[in-house]
């Protein structure tokens, strides 16, 4: 579902006449390229005449060619409808009305002799579009003797607007067609009368019809008029440039690729059409792809997606929609369609990855599928990650099978990110550490979530071990302050707790008494307890599922951009299984396609 379109015309540039139209039956050259019909009729028939949607201006065309077996087809228009950068082609018989069928423009051509700056006659460009089928409409161009003279009847049909141009605009967003003679003509041009109705701004790029052979064709293509939409209208004619260019335009064929069957895909009547409007009519999925468009760093990707997590598996189900259905072949093995992880999740360091797809396949793809544990390896589980079977089930079995691969042989038994900390782990306290993570209890209340922490032998050695390295990197001494005492737990006492400043405290203290001078956080750590999780994220593209920028195809182009995988950061402090495996390897876990 798009906005609907807001009209910006801009000053168009002075058309100089060229040609050899007859003297007496020449009117004044237009001063003027200008862009509905004037005095014509709601046109509910020409579904072929579309509207060309440009940054700044709204052009008309004619679908005159459509290729259904690849999803391409091609619109005849005005070359200085395409000076502006055309973004997509609208088909409607009101282009902002919600029926609009939008088109991905994937290029355009117009001819080799126009010059805006100079001569204008030959106003035409074909722009080829993605997403035609079977049902998309098309009126031929002519392609032989159009058999037009003076006073011939030619029908004109366009959205411009239905007032004249000194007027204030009437925002028309509808078709028009209006009847009209011819009042001159040569190989190249057609003009006819304004006077009493034509076209004007917004038409321009539209089709001049005539019957031939008892067949409806373009024979002429919208280009300037005269006055204030009042004096003459001049288009280009068809027949003056189809053996010597546009045959050629329109015999021209384009290459196939994954991002042309993307384009078709995700453009007109795709099939993968349905999938991006569930996108858009969902609040949370909209926002993410809006968030999306302002970003140009992995950051802003990241945070966009952490922002509008709820539209996340909307979004992704539009690239699964053309990885593993409609493109699934073309894009096999292509850099926007990766394969997804053979296990759910597959981590950068390849002996790891390897090892662990080899012996931990399955618990991996059960991570991978578990809400909750694959936001544990994101960074993103939270307390959950302690009690999650999932979890420790994969952690379990990277720790017995794959621990030389992924660098998990610590025989200290815990590691930090923070080198202070792990050099104090590692060089004091490694006996300590080892035998705090062998025993479930010592490793649960190292984790935070043990039970009896307090009377923990091998605990309190550990901690204590810790506070005897230099300059506490660990953070495990008790804190001091007559001001502000700031830790990473939750303050519980049996006593009282004085201070002169601010307790702020997220973990878990004693049962002791604070004072003015001392608030004693017992054998509790504000940096090694760690839930298991991890402090960094993760790059969630499994399976090609990357976020897209609207810079290409009409409405941008080529919109995906992969979020890159990033190594986490942890606490200092003890990592556990997870943590470790994190620190060694950015892992991707896989979206379900």
Known sequence: MRSTLVRTLPLLLMLSVVGCIDAESTPDAPSALEQAIINGTIDNTHDAVITVASQNSVCSGTIVQTQPSRGIGWVLTAAHCVTDNPQYIVQADDYSSQSAIYYDIIDWEDHPAYDPRGDTTFDFAVIRFAGASASTPVTPVVTGNDGLARNSAVTSVGFGRT?????????NSQRYRITRNLSALDDLLLVYSLSGGGICQGDSGGPVLATIGGQERVVGVHSSVTGECTGDGYSGRVSGVYSTWLSGVLAGQVQESCDLCRQVAQSGSGGCVNTINACFQDTACSALVECLNGCTTDAC??????TNAAGVDKYFAINSCVCDDVCADICAGDAACPA???CGISFADEPCNSCLEGACCAPMQT?????TCSSCLSG?????CNTNTQLDAFSTCAQDQCAAECGLENTCGFSAQDAGCGTCIDN???DAGAACAADTACAACAGGTGQGCDTNRLFASFFDCLGTCSGDPCGVLPAANNGTVTNNGTVTNNGTVTNNGTVTNNGTANNGTANNGTVNNGTANNGAANNGANNGFVDNNGGGDGFIDDDDGGR????????STA????SPGGLGIVGLLLAVAAVVVARRR
Not at 567 to 570: D, G, H, I, N, V
């Open 163 to 171: 007032t004249r141009s000194d007027l204030p605009s009437d925002d």
């Open 367 to 371: 991570c991978a599928d578990n809400a």
């Open 428 to 430: 004091t306290c490694c």
């Open 340 to 342: 997804p992880p053979a």
């Open 380 to 384: 993103d589980g939270g307390t959950a």
């Open 567 to 570: 190594t986490p950061t942890a």
């Open 301 to 306: 990707y990241t945070r966009c997606a952490d």
């Open 556 to 563: 941008g182009g080529s919109r995906r951009t992969s979020c």
